[in-house]
Every structure is written in structure tokens, then in C-alpha cells.
């Protein structure tokens, strides 16, 4: 499993592919970032592959920089 930081106020999308990334093991649902869940700030989505990722990315997100962060 992959995730993605969709991150609205910059306007990133940050694919992690290493569970033992420290941004994966902090990230948590926030006041303003939800898991799977679409708030003020945005989201981390999880895909079962990171091509899906990428394809969703191109899909709904083209104006956001995508980072392969790890
Ligand atoms: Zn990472």
C-alpha cells in the first residue's frame, strides 16, 4: 500500500511508498487533513499501487505538483 499527501494550500501531491517514512508514521487525521477524507487542507489517500496514485494525480489534480518522495 501507497499514500498520497494531497496537500491543498501548496498544492502538492507527495507519494510515499517506505512505511518506514516518518511523514507515514506521523500522519494522522488533523483538524484540517483527513485519512480518506477530503478537509480543508486536503487529504491522504491510500492506493494499492503507486501507478494508481499517479493516474489519480493526472486525473484530478494536473495543476498540483507531484513529489515521489520516497
Ligand atoms: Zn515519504
Redesign the pocket.
Known amino acids: 500500500m501507497v499514500w498520497l499527501n494531497v496537500d491543498k494550500p501548496t498544492k502538492k501531491c ?1 507519494l ?3 512505511e518506514s ?4 508514521q506521523k500522519k494522522s487525521e488533523t483538524l484540517n487533513k483527513g485519512i480518506g477524507n477530503l478537509k480543508r487542507d486536503g487529504e491522504w489517500l491510500s492506493f494499492s499501487d503507486p501507478k494508481l496514485a499517479k493516474l489519480y494525480h493526472q486525473s484530478n489534480l494536473p495543476e498540483y505538483e507531484f513529489i515521489d ?2
Do not use: F
Open positions: 507527495t510515499h511508498m517506505n517514512c516518518t511523514y507515514l518522495h520516497c
